[in-house]
Structures are given as structure tokens and as C-alpha cells.
């Protein structure tokens, strides 16, 4: 199941474009703006300062338009911040590129709880992690996976610039693990040892 | 013209700021869920009407019934909820906890004992939620509400919920509190965000009923008398006892005996009714949803007196009731 199969946007889409199809002889000019207003939908979910029934925003974030490129820039950005540092060798560059995105993908994916804004659902995701809204629980979306292979890729890429240093090695495999880990769809929900549950 | 009533009814309760719904039945329902949200927990009572059942049920919150009036059995629940805070301190501290209470029950025509439950309030940490609908307008020095009536500080109450319906004649509802409180429903008050305002006819009605109220504080004495009166009046019909207290202008006659079926007792009462229908005396039943109520409340007869009626008008009403239910039960 991809992710764009868990949106709803699609197939009103593509009634439209359908719609658009029959009436296209009686008026031929209204036929052209809804295909394109039907392709237009499909693409980034999040209408930002529209009103739309999306009952929680938050699981729709990341199936918007270019957000994964922004996340890629941005990851990007802090390497080359830390690039510009002068007292930090390449390896140590790369290894903190590595923890520094885990810890804060961490933070923001695995840590706080909730949405920051009031919800029409009276509360139901009040205890669920950003990673456990994002499109309502569905697991193997392309956004999941997206998130899942971005630290892998970040590791593979610290692994080979610190010529596979031992130090260096164990420090990257646990943060990749401590990233990894609460991405499995069995860990979903999961509060270890009680932490984080309320 | 909504904007004063808003203003009009904050001044008159002497609360920071009130918001208008315009429909009452959506008042209360569209309140609570605006502040209990799941994993909260509510507990009221249970002669709550219906339009605080549905605000409830769409509330998704753990609700928790205590007998109608019963303070001791609301600080058992209280303690009980107490005990298990302890028990999971974490959890404890995330969940709000509420008590929604009526002023006026219109189910039984009782009046809640505010004083204790402001005492259970800060003993207990919970948030009082005061439905005001039949006590606005009528208790009171100045009709300010069962607030008044017991000379309580208005802020110990957080929210205040009361329909225009009743004694203000107009339709739809308002809520006042503090300006904290009363914001939050401006953008989460599903039945202000998702509907149209109040006719400005009946906004402004209602504005011309607070000027009466407040220019003519007598009145809430005289319908006092009058409440006293015709409840002492009905006290000696064989078959029928009054149920409700002598201040309440709302109150309920109930069958003394029930026939066992809940349809004999209704066509009993609908008897009487129409009966004193054909005397010219207007009477009616209290109506529920039977199958969709949590506690369902014996049929009665609903009477309410107004501040207009005269004095002849109460006896003839009151004796006209009298002989039906004479001819009628026995």
C-alpha cells in the first residue's frame, strides 16, 4: 500500500477530471481548468490556510508538496554548518551530521506527543507520538518509508567518510538504532518502562 | 446587535465575558466538548437533561453518574478517583476532571447545593461546569442565578451555561465566565464555529428582557409568592404529588402510585391533560426521548408559572387541576 493510495484527494480528483470528460462537448470551456484542478489536488495534501476537513493536519505534513526536499536541504545545511567549523576533522563532521540528525529526528518524531493546535476529534492523538499520527497509523507509506531510509543513507554515508573507525562505528550503529528502532510498525504505540505514556 | 447582548450579559452577570450560541439545546452540548476531551473525566448527575446527555456522549469522556443531589455519594466518586490519581501520578496530572451540575434541574425541579460543591471543588481540584437554563431569570435577589441565590463569588464557578429560552424569551444560549475560559469556545464551541448567529430580532429581545430585569428587580419576589403559592395549593391532590422545590418555577406532578407500565401512566397523565385542555387550562406532559435517555425520569406532568399570570388566573388553574385529577384517578 503507497502513500498516496491512504489519501483521500485522489479519487475526488479524479471524479472531477471524470466529470470534466462528460461535459466536455456542452461546455468546452469549463472542461479544461478541472483536469487540472483534479492533477493539481493529487499533488501536496496540505492545503495550508484553507479550510479543509482534514481532522488531523499533522498526519498529512509530510505527503505535502516539497517538504522532502526541504528535509534533504536541511540536512544538508547542518553538514555544511559543520563542515564550516574549523577544528572539526571530516569523520567527526560526518559522525555529528549522523547523531545530531538522529537525536533531533528523535526528539520530533518519537518524543513529543500530541498536535500543537485543537483537533475536531475530541483528543484521540493526545498520546500518539508524531511518528504514530502520521497518516493515521498506516503502516509502510511512502513518507514512512522515506523517514526510515533517510538515516540509513546517513549512516552508510558516515561509515564510509570515517573509514569505518571503531569509535566512530559504534557510535553512529547506536544512534542509527536508537532512530530505527521506534519505526518498527511492532513498536507502534510502545511506551518502554512506562516513559512517555502520559 | 450580538455583540451587546454578548457585553449586556457579561455586565449583568458580573462575569468577565459571555459568547452567544444560537440554538439552546447547543449551548451546554456544544460547551462541554469544547473543554473535556478523551482520557477526562466528568461526573454529574443524574438528572442531568438530555442537551448535557448528547454534550457528554460527544465529549468522549469517562463519565462518571452520582445520585441526583447526593453530595456524599459525588465525594465517594470523588475520593475513588482520588485513590486511583495516586496510584498513577503521571496520568493524574494530564487528566482534567469536571463536575456539570444544573441550578435548576428540569427534570425534577430541584436546586443543586452550590456551596458544597464549591467546597468539593478545591478539596477535590475538579472544574465546575453550572447549567443555568432554569435558575437565570429567576433565582436571585436580581436574577442573576442560583450563584446569587446562595451569595457565591461568581469566579468560584468556571463556566456558566445557560438557554435564552426560558426566562429571557428569546431562542439560543450564552456562556459566561472569565475571558480565559470563554475565548476557547469562540474557535472550539462547535455549535458557535459551525453555525449561523441569532436572528437579531431575538438578540435584540433578549436585550430588551435584560433592561426589564434589570429595571424591575421586584419581579423575581412576586414569582417567588407566586411559586410558593400554587405549590402549596397542589399539595392536596390524592393521586398526584408535586415534585420539585417551592421556589422552582418548573415543577413536576408526578403520579403517587405508578399503574406498572410506564404507557398506562403516560395515558393517565395524558387524561388529565387533556381534560383540563377542554377547561382552558393548557397543561402538558414531559416528554423524553425513552429509548436514547441514560435515566430515564417517571412520567409527569410539567407545570411552570410566570411572573404574568395574576393571582385568579393560579387558583382557577389550581382547582381546575384539582377536579380533573379528582375525576380522573379515582
Known amino acids: 500500500m503507497g502513500g498516496s493510495s491512504a489519501d483521500s484527494a485522489p479519487p475526488i480528483g479524479r471524479v472531477q477530471m471524470g466529470e470534466g470528460g462528460c461535459f466536455l462537448e456542452i461546455a468546452g470551456v469549463e472542461a479544461s481548468p478541472a483536469p487540472q484542478a483534479g492533477r493539481a489536488s493529487e499533488a501536496g495534501r496540505m492545503n495550508v490556510g484553507v479550510a479543509h476537513s482534514e481532522v488531523n493536519p499533522n498526519t498529512r505534513v509530510m505527503n505535502s508538496r516539497g517538504i522532502w526536499l526541504a528535509y534533504i536541504i536541511l540536512v544538508g545545511l547542518l553538514h555544511v554548518v559543520l563542515l564550516s567549523i574549523p577544528f572539526f576533522s571530516i569523520p567527526v563532521v560526518w559522525t555529528l551530521t549522523n547523531v545530531i540528525h538522529n537525536l533531533a529526528m528523535y526528539i520530533f518524531l518519537h518524543t513529543v506527543k500530541g498536535t500543537p493546535f485543537e483537533t475536531p476529534d475530541q483528543g484521540k492523538a493526545r498520546l500518539l507520538t508524531y511518528w504514530e499520527q502520521m497518516d493515521y497509523g498506516l503502516q509502510f507509506t511512502s513518507s514512512r518509508k522515506f523517514l526510515s531510509i533517510s538515516p540509513i543513507v546517513l549512516y552508510l554515508l558516515a561509515s564510509f567518510y570515517t573509514t569505518h573507525d571503531a569509535v566512530h562505528f559504534l557510535i553512529n550503529t547506536a544512534s542509527l538504532l536508537s532512530v530505527l528502532l521506534p519505526k518498527l510498525p511492532q513498536f507502534h504505540g510502545v511506551r518502554l518502562f512506562g516513559i512517555n505514556k502520559y | 446587535v450580538h455583540l451587546d447582548l454578548e457585553d449586556r450579559l457579561a455586565k449583568f452577570m ?270 402538558t406532559q414531559a416528554r423524553y426521548l425513552e429509548k436514547e435517555e441514560k435515566c430515564l425520569p417517571p412520567p409527569s406532568i410539567r407545570v411552570v408559572v410566570t411572573v404574568e399570570q395574576t393571582e385568579e388566573e393560579l387558583e382557577r388553574a389550581a382547582s381546575t387541576i384539582k377536579e380533573v385529577a379528582q375525576a380522573v384517578l379515582l
Open chain 2, 14 to 283: 458580573k462575569t468577565e465575558e459571555a459568547i452567544i450560541y444560537s440554538y439552546g439545546f447547543a449551548t451546554i452540548a456544544s460547551a462541554i466538548p469544547a473543554y473535556s476531551k478523551r482520557g477526562d473525566i466528568v461526573f454529574v448527575d443524574r438528572a442531568a437533561c438530555f442537551a448535557i446527555q448528547k454534550g457528554l456522549q460527544a465529549s468522549r469522556s469517562d463519565i462518571k453518574l452520582f445520585n441526583h443531589n447526593d453530595m456524599a455519594d459525588l465525594e465517594r466518586l470523588l475520593k475513588e478517583q482520588e485513590i486511583e490519581d495516586q496510584k498513577n501520578p503521571r496520568k493524574a496530572r494530564v487528566t482534567r476532571r469536571f463536575i456539570v451540575v444544573e441550578g435548576l434541574y428540569m427534570n425534577t425541579g430541584t436546586i443543586c447545593p452550590l456551596p458544597e460543591l464549591v467546597k468539593l471543588k478545591y478539596k477535590y481540584k475538579a472544574r465546575i461546569f453550572l447549567e443555568e437554563s432554569l435558575s437565570f431569570g429567576v433565582l436571585g435577589e436580581h436574577g442573576r442565578g442560583v450563584t446569587e441565590h446562595f451569595g457565591i463569588n461568581i469566579d468560584d464557578i468556571d463556566l456558566i451555561s445557560a438557554n435564552m429560552e426560558n426566562s429571557l424569551a428569546s431562542i439560543g444560549g450564552f456562556c459566561c465566565g472569565r475571558s480565559f475560559v470563554i475565548d476557547h469556545q469562540r474557535l472550539s464551541g462547535q455549535g458557535y464555529c459551525f453555525s449561523a448567529s441569532l436572528p437579531p430580532l431575538l438578540a435584540a429581545a433578549a436585550i430588551e428582557a435584560l433592561n426589564i430585569m434589570e429595571e424591575n428587580p421586584g419581579i423575581f419576589a412576586v414569582l417567588k409568592e407566586k411559586c410558593k403559592r400554587i405549590h402549596k395549593v397542589l399539595q392536596g391532590i390524592s393521586g398526584l404529588k408535586v415534585v420539585g422545590e417551592s421556589l422552582s418555577p418548573a415543577f413536576h406532578l408526578q403520579l403517587e402510585e405508578s399503574t406498572g407500565s410506564r404507557e398506562k401512566d403516560v395515558k393517565l397523565l395524558q387524561e388529565i391533560v387533556n381534560q383540563c385542555m377542554d377547561r382552558g387550562i393548557a397543561l
